[in-house]
Structures are given as C-alpha cells and as structure tokens.
C-alpha cells in the first residue's frame, strides 16, 4: 500500500534587498560573519555552528559540510549529517572569504588573550574563549539584526530559504540549487520553493516571449 506523501508548506523567505539590510544591521556583532555565511550559501544554522577550521579552504574558496551542531540533553553535541546529501561542498563567494580571514585574525588575537583558558575545539565561530557556540545564538545574532533593521518576518530558516529563493529567480538550476541546500532530492527543493515572486514569473514570461519573437 502506497504511504500517503508528505504535504509541505512553502517556505518563508525575505527578498535580498531585506536580506542585505538585515546584514549591514548584524555588522556590530560578535556573529555577524556566521550570519553572513547563512545567508551567501543557505546552510543551515546547525551546519554552520557545527563548522570547524579543517572543513574550510579560503584559498579555494569553499567549505565542506561534515558535521551539525546541536544540543542533546543539555549538551552541545557535534554529530555527522543525517544524509549523503546533507554532507556537501559549497563554494564561497570572494565577500564572504575576505570575512572569514577577517574573523581568522580576529579569533588568533582571542586565543592569545584567553591563554591557558582557551578551549581548543577547532570552531570556525567560537566563543572568545574557544568554545563551541549554541546554534541558537545564531538565531539571536539573526534576530536582534532583524529588529534593528525593521525586518519582519524572521525565523530559524529565513536565511536558509531567502538564499534559496534569490538563487533560483537568479536562473539557478533546482538541480544546483538542491545541491547547495543538501536536499536528498528536487522534488523536496521544488516543494518548498515552488513559488517564485511576481517579478520573477513575469520576467521569465517575458525572455520566453521575447525569444518566440512576440
């Protein structure tokens, strides 16, 4: 007997103009580069919080998702994907690399302060004594740049899925689109994000048009 499917919602997402303001409104604090990264490759904010040193590569320009952070019975607990797809490589804009050496300096200059206090968990965005940060920080980071901008409409995933929608109105193909998001298939991509902005659907009729010669 065929298992009835899954009905999912459409996500929640912001255009890039909020997206962008929202940014430049999380510059002043201490996890803005990890707001940042959320928001130029659509990981999610347990990806992102489980990212270490070793699974990044500023020379080439990319990260390699290998691990989620999140907490288990109180415990901050640092486990592999759930899929195949879920562990991936995602390339980094030239932007978001400039950050990240900043934010490279900027924890060298911590681990010094810190001393013989410093943790030495191997975190791309730890705290300033070394540790692993809770992924609901990230949230908050998200959150209290939200309001300062005047942003609605902000939860656990907007940045996940504003990144995914601006990609595929820009032209991205769902199959790359999925592939950047660790989706196991399209289908989960094309049920989530289905519904493009009026602009978009009125574009992509007029290039049709325009190529029929109408």
């Known amino acids: 007997m065929k298992r009835p499917g899954v009905a999912r919602q459409e996500a929640r997402y912001l255009p890039a103009t909020d997206v962008a303001r929202l940014l430049d409104a999380a510059r002043g604090l201490r996890y803005y580069v990890a707001v940042l990264v959320m928001a130029s490759t659509g990981l999610r904010r347990g990806e992102v919080a489980g990212l270490l ?48 050496r900043g934010w490279r300096t900027q924890q060298l200059q911590e681990r010094l302060a810190a001393g013989d ?30 309001a300062k901008a005047g942003v609605e ?14 990609w595929l109105e820009a032209g991205v193909h769902i199959k790359a689109a999925a592939d950047l998001l660790g989706h196991s298939s399209i289908a989960i991509t094309g049920d989530l994000y289905g519904h493009t902005s009026d602009d978009a659907a009125r574009a992509a009729v007029d290039e049709l048009g325009a190529a029929l010669g109408l």
């Open 53 to 100: 040193w070793s699974d990044v590569d500023l020379d080439k320009g990319e990260l390699n998702v290998r691990n989620t952070l999140s907490r288990v019975d109180g415990e901050l607990v640092l486990t592999e994907p759930k899929t195949d797809r879920s562990r991936r490589r995602v390339p980094l804009h030239a932007g978001v690399v400039t950050a990240l």
């Open 117 to 146: 206090h410093w943790a030495d968990t191997g975190a791309l965005f730890a705290t300033e004594l070394g540790t692993m940060v809770d992924p609901r920080n990230m949230l908050r980071t998200v959150e209290l740049a939200a």
């Open 153 to 166: 409409n902000v939860g656990a995933h907007t940045m996940r899925h504003s990144a995914a929608v601006a």
